[in-house]
């Protein structure tokens, strides 16, 4: 996997590289930048898959370098001394978030995430009407709605459970894709979004519903009213 270390401090860099060299042989760094403009410019010139990213780079910080892509291409290890950038560097998707002096054991963790985890991305040409696109480090490929039987919340990233069995990583939180799926879909509790499609029925004691597939997902209390409303018009429509 391709990577990029961009940290204004030359000692920060030196500790990644000698990390990354003696714990993850899958990663490949192509190169170093210590500022947003060199980093943008290493960005654009090697495609990376994989970006460690310090938070303070000189009188900026790796949200300016970010704000000014046209795109992110790339997952992202965010690395730091201070942990009050936490929320703001997940709402970019970060993949990890290493407080300096990076301990190897969390390293590891991160690269095992950047393995298993998927990036979502947008393109103009997409037709929202059947899907999206999943980006990976190896390819891309479409998600289909209506092979999507729920999406279920992993803390900041997402798992999408399919109807061929296929479970999918994201790096995406579950709200995030309020602007990606259409009118099929119901959030119906705080850790899930279901496709309507498969839903066979709501229980009517407690707080299930059961989906053809003969799982039981739960339903939040305050929006198991609105979902039989949802469902009932879905189900109308079809």
């Known amino acids: 996997m391709r990577a990029l270390i961009i940290d204004d401090e030359a000692h920060c860099r030196n500790v990644i590289r000698k990390l990354v060299a003696e714990f993850c042989s899958e990663i490949t760094l192509m190169d170093e930048a210590d500022s947003v403009e060199t980093g943008i410019e290493k960005i654009n010139s090697f495609k990376p898959e994989l970006v460690f990213l310090d938070i303070q780079l000189g009188d900026l910080t790796s ?17 730091t001394a201070y942990d009050n950038y936490a929320i703001k560097a997940f709402e970019y998707a970060a993949l990890h978030y290493l407080l300096k002096p990076i301990a190897p054991t969390e390293l590891i963790k991160a690269i095992k995430r950047c393995n298993n985890k998927e990036l979502i991305y947008e393109k103009e040409t997409l037709n929202k009407t059947n899907g999206f696109y999943l980006k990976t480090h190896e390819n891309t490929y479409d998600v289909v709605y209506n092979q999507v039987i729920y999406i279920k919340a992993d803390g900041s990233y997402s798992t ?73 018009k879905f189900k109308a429509r079809k």
């Not at 949200?63 to 690395?79: A, P, V």
């Not at 099929?184 to 029925?201: C, E, G, L």
């Open 63 to 79: 949200f300016d370098l970010l704000e000014q892509l046209n795109e992110i291409k790339f997952q992202i290890i965010f690395t």
């Open 160 to 232: 999408i459970f399919n109807n061929d069995k296929q479970e999918v990583y994201t790096s995406k939180k579950l709200s995030q894709y309020s602007n990606l799926l259409n009118d099929s879909f119901f959030r119906i509790h705080n850790s899930f979004i279901v496709n309507m499609q498969f839903v066979d029925h709501v229980e009517k004691q407690g707080f299930k519903v059961s989906l053809t597939t003969k799982e039981k997902l739960p339903i939040s209390r305050r929006k198991k009213a609105a979902f039989k409303e949802a469902l009932q």
